[in-house]
RNA sequence: GUCCCCGUAGCGCAAUGGAUAGCGCGUUGGCCUCCGAAGCCAAAGGUUACAGGUUCGACUCCUGUCGGGGACGCCA
């Protein structure tokens, strides 16, 4: 179903560059301001009236006259300087609430053009435990995928986990040590088999005390860099398989992680650093061979147009380091030209935190310099503010004392579990616990969604988890009191579905039915605009007002006490309600709405 | 020094160039013999940091200033 907005915006505009005869000139239609006002208003007619040097409102007047919009607005009205407000006239209303009942996807209208989306979010570090930090870029950027592809968008999940580099090698030389002496040997089907005993957290304590050695101990320094040696020619098969036990273990840390989050992505869209290892002198050498790439310093720098140092110099994006060895800068060209040549992507989108801005323009830049990216494909960083503490200042990110992702969850279920325990106590064990993960995690997630992304995010548990307001509670409570009517509904030998599947036709009277209603038709056109700008929270504002529409109906018209054609209305803008919340919350936030609660 | 983000009610935050700038918390006062009060209704609270500019119209775009944060040659 086209969104409302659309079709008048085609329509209307069709018809003033008719009445004005200007060949570029948008009717700008958009959703009234003010209730009063209509339901969408024409702002186009002064910017026309302006070119053509005539009176808005007269041309206002003009335009209306050729306007022929009785099959879905009242008679508009000329308001103000020269607004046109538009009304939807009540079978309109109507029916485009029944084609959404009968819609399975809710009137969301799928694109004429489907693109090759990729999408680069999450990217943990291997050996490490997730922490806070890596919160936000793993959920606004699983949100972004999945509202691309309820808009029939093809989406490529791209986990770019830092599984390389040279910290592996100490790593891996460490852990060789560790193992070694833990069995006292240095056969290799020994020090496996000694393998299967280690954790990530054991992993992330060993990070620190080989970074230690490493810095103290020449012998262990100068191992540990064979080791990283033997990563990159694959000479050495214990090297490899230390090295594959490190990220396995990680990905057992960090896919549930996902599961709990309701992360859509899978072990199989892990495309890591590793991956690129092979492909990075070829990366430096196609750019060296189009003279892009040249020597300064003794490293391998592009110098693209238009960024300048502290001294006004131009500003290197280094390639190569003056040691031979490769950056993140590297891999992340790699990265591009695979999405670009081997998955073909139309789109790419970086979600990562505003502090890697520079690096991303000049990756751009540098991508489009060597001719792999062209007009048609679109790069875009969607950036996000940085995690703060409560103190103002950034987390710590290479020592301990970082807020661990899985304690933060566990913490959040728990003080969901307080509330529930206190709200609803004769519940039964088993949906207690259902309940507060879906609460405390869905706090958690909403909470950093219904932000604007480009704001510093403050963490603090009191704000992720209060349950007022514009939070994940406030849609899972509206949604548990529509299933609540439904049950009630059987208790009185309603048959909703049948109910429900027997309307031809409704009749909406009170301004809350209509309110509702209107809310409920406007859905697919809220997912249109969160996607385009990568920003969730417009979507959680929308759910937000909805449920605030809902509860509004609620207080105001009953439906169980009600009977025939107005029973079996409110039914259905309950069920619909009720379709479009577990939509929004569930199919593209990710966050689970309970019946009870 | 250059560049990026932010500055909106006491606090936390919204607002696709449109009409009288919204919401939550907090404060004050209403609403449960009525489908779930994690709710609804109402009141109070603003020179949108400041100064210019563009525009019929600016929280929004441009320039500058101030304040906060960040980035800027071999980390990621």
Not at 257 to 284: C, M, N, P, W
Not at 436 to 456: E, F, M, P, T
Not at 557 to 586: F, K, N, W, Y
């Amino acid at each position: 179903m086209k969104p409302v907005l659309e079709i008048l915006e085609q329509r209307i505009s069709d018809t003033l560059a008719k009445v004005s005869g200007l060949p570029n000139c948008p009717a700008v239609v958009r959703m009234a301001t003010d209730p009063k006002f209509g339901d969408y208003q024409v702002n186009g007619v002064m910017a026309a009236a302006k070119q053509l040097k005539t009176n808005p409102r007269q041309f206002a007047e003009k335009l209306v006259a050729e306007l022929k919009l009785d099959d879905i607005c009242q008679a508009p009205e000329i308001a103000g300087p020269g607004f046109i407000n538009l009304r939807l006239t009540p079978e309109f209303l109507a029916n485009a609430l029944m084609n959404i009942h009968r819609d399975a996807n809710l009137g969301i209208e799928k694109t004429q053009a489907p693109q090759t989306v990729v999408v680069d979010y999450s990217g943990p570090n291997i050996a490490k435990q997730m922490h806070v930090g890596h919160l936000r870029s793993t959920i606004i950027g699983d949100c972004i995928c999945r509202m691309l592809e309820s808009l029939g968008h093809n989406v490529i999940r791209q986990n770019h986990i830092g599984d390389w580099g040279t910290q592996f090698g100490m790593l891996v030389q460490y852990l060789y040590q560790k193992t070694a002496a833990a069995t006292n040997s240095s056969d290799p089907a020994a020090i496996e088999k000694a393998l299967q005993n280690i954790h990530i957290a054991d992993l992330e304590d060993f990070y620190q005390q080989a970074k230690k050695l490493d810095d103290e101990d020449e012998a262990f320094r100068s191992a540990a860099r064979q080791r990283v040696v033997e990563l990159h020619t694959g000479q050495n098969p214990l090297t490899l398989t230390l090295w594959r036990q490190i990220v396995n273990e990680s990905r057992k840390h960090y896919l549930p992680i996902y599961q709990a989050l309701h992360i859509t992505l899978k072990a199989e869209d892990e495309r890591g650093e590793s991956f690129y290892a092979d492909k990075l002198e070829s990366v430096v050498k196609q750019l060296q061979d189009g003279s892009m790439a040249v020597e300064s310093d003794g490293a391998v720098c592009v110098f693209p147009e238009g960024f300048t140092n502290k001294e006004g110099a131009p500003l290197p994006f280094i390639i190569q380091k003056s040691d031979g060895a490769f950056l993140y800068a590297t891999t992340d060209l790699a990265a591009m030209r695979f999405r670009l040549k081997d998955l073909h992507a139309n789109r790419i989108i970086y979600v990562t935190d505003a502090r890697q801005a520079l690096h991303f323009k000049m990756l751009f830049a540098v991508a489009t310099m060597a001719g792999w990216a062209d007009d048609s494909v679109k790069l875009e960083h969607v950036t996000f503010g940085t995690m703060l503490g409560t103190d103002g200042k950034p987390f710590k990110t290479r020592t301990g004392g970082t807020v661990k992702l899985a304690e933060l969850l566990d913490e959040a279920i728990q003080r969901a579990r307080d509330v529930v325990e206190q709200k609803n106590p004769e519940l039964p064990e088993e949906k207690k616990a259902q309940i507060a993960a879906a609460v405390g995690i869905g706090a958690v997630k909403y909470s950093d969604y219904s932000n604007n992304r480009d704001s510093d995010y403050i963490f603090s548990f009191d704000k992720m988890l209060a349950m007022d307001g514009n939070t994940a509670p406030y849609m899972q409570y509206a949604y548990a009191r529509i299933k609540s009517i439904e049950r009630k509904a059987e208790g009185k030998d309603v048959n909703v579905q049948a109910e429900l599947s027997s309307i031809a036709q409704i009749a909406l009277t009170d301004p809350a039915e209509i309110d509702l209603a209107k809310h409920l038709i406007r859905y697919g056109q809220s997912i249109q605009n969160a996607a385009i700008e990568c920003r969730p929270n417009y979507l959680t504002n929308y759910l937000y007002e909805l449920s605030g529409a809902f509860s509004r109906f609620y207080n105001a018209c009953p439906v169980l006490q009600t009977e025939g054609p107005i029973r079996a209305a409110r039914l259905l803008l309950c069920d619909l309600t009720a379709r479009t919340i577990r939509h929004g919350m569930s199919q593209l936030l990710g966050i689970d709405v309970p019946e009870q609660m």
